[in-house]
């Protein structure tokens, strides 16, 4: 039996290839059923519908009042597809919105209130949103770790968010990436300030706010007078956040976490670079499994791995021979990776 952490993606990851997801992959229509029914009540399309539409939209699917569910539905299905009998989960992480996930997986939140976390926060989300977000690289092709780059573009981001009527701060830490999150005024300023990498960055996101800012403090409040501290309980499996603090079973304090559920985790920059640095540390695992939907977080997740110098892989080339040899990093969005920990 393998030893596995599993990963669970945010935001921006339900994209035209998803469409579908679903309907191929939940294992629990009943469970499905209960998240159309708690849409449905709040007069929103149900899951089937948006997952089993012709074509994808992206103005409808990937707005957050639809794409939370979406994705906490498929990630969710496929946490609970994995072969139990073969591989042992010994703690659960996850990206951003990804933490909602995560606290469903680790039981800290039955499913259906899991759920009706994810789902009420990206309607929160969709119906302020306030300012947007950016990814800029900072590592070269080859992902030799460069923190004096790192650095200076953090520096940037301070001096623009020093500037009269500009706001810039750093949403994730995103492996490789920075995710930066502001007012228009900041990420215009950013956007003009550095270099265009292979004419694709600095990438603007669509339909994303400024997550994990303080200018979510507005969502941060209405999340906290929506969701009640009794959703929240122990957790089964281990849970590291967005700070890469752990959340033990048997000894989480579960009003705690409502609190950091709904508020730190909201208005505060989201490490996942470090929460995949602790968990590689103080769980060891065989494996790290990225559930779906999409295939757009394993990237991040292996940078982080050579950013931590995790078993001596400390560049793409090192961190390719490992993944050759014997794989570490699984990707469930992956039809030939999917089989290799569901049995399937």
């Known amino acids: ?79 609970l597809s994995i072969d139990r009998e073969e591989i042992e989960i010994v703690a659960v992480t996850g990206n951003s919105m990804g933490w909602y996930s995560a606290l469903a997986c680790a039981g800290a939140l039955l499913p259906q209130e899991g759920f009706r976390v994810a789902n009420s926060m990206g309607t929160f989300m969709q119906e302020a949103l306030i300012g947007g977000q950016l990814v800029y690289p900072f590592l070269g092709d080859d992902w030799t770790p460069a923190p004096a780059r790192k650095a200076a573009l953090l520096s940037l981001a301070t001096d623009i968010d020093n500037r009269t009527d500009h706001t810039l701060a750093l949403s994730i830490d995103l492996g490789g990436m920075l995710v930066l999150a502001g007012n228009e005024a900041g990420l215009k300023a950013f956007e003009h300030a550095v270099e265009p990498v292979d004419g694709r960055f600095p990438m603007r996101l669509g339909n994303h706010a400024a997550f994990h800012t303080a200018l979510q403090q507005p969502v941060a409040e209405r999340g906290r007078a929506a969701l009640s501290p ?62 779906g939907p999409g295939t757009t977080l394993g990237g991040a997740v292996a940078q982080s791995l050579v950013l931590a110098d995790w078993r001596g892989i400390g560049s793409k080339a090192d961190f390719k021979a490992r993944q050759d040899a014997d794989p570490v990093l699984v990707s469930m969005g992956m039809a030939e990776q999917r089989s290799s920990v569901t049995g399937q």
């Not at 956040?241 to 909201?266: E, F, K, N």
Request: hydrophobic share 40%.
């Open 1 to 79: 039996m393998k030893t596995a952490v599993v990963i669970c993606p945010g935001r921006g990851t339900y994209n035209k290839d998803e469409l579908g997801y679903l309907g191929r992959h939940f294992p629990d229509p009943q469970m499905l059923a209960g998240f159309d029914a708690q849409r449905e009540s709040a007069g929103q399309d149900s899951l089937s519908a948006l997952d089993g539409a012709d074509r994808f939209s992206l103005a409808r699917h990937t707005r957050g009042d639809n794409a939370s569910g979406l994705i906490f539905a498929a990630t969710l299905g496929d946490f």
């Open 230 to 291: 009794d959703l929240f309980s122990q957790p089964a499996l281990p849970m590291i956040d967005g700070r890469g603090s752990i959340w033990w079973p048997h000894a989480s304090d579960t009003a705690a976490l409502w609190d950091y559920t709904l508020g730190w985790q909201v208005t505060q920059t989201y490490d996942l670079t470090r929460a995949i640095a602790v968990a590689a540390r103080e769980f060891a695992p065989d494996l790290f499994i990225v559930t």
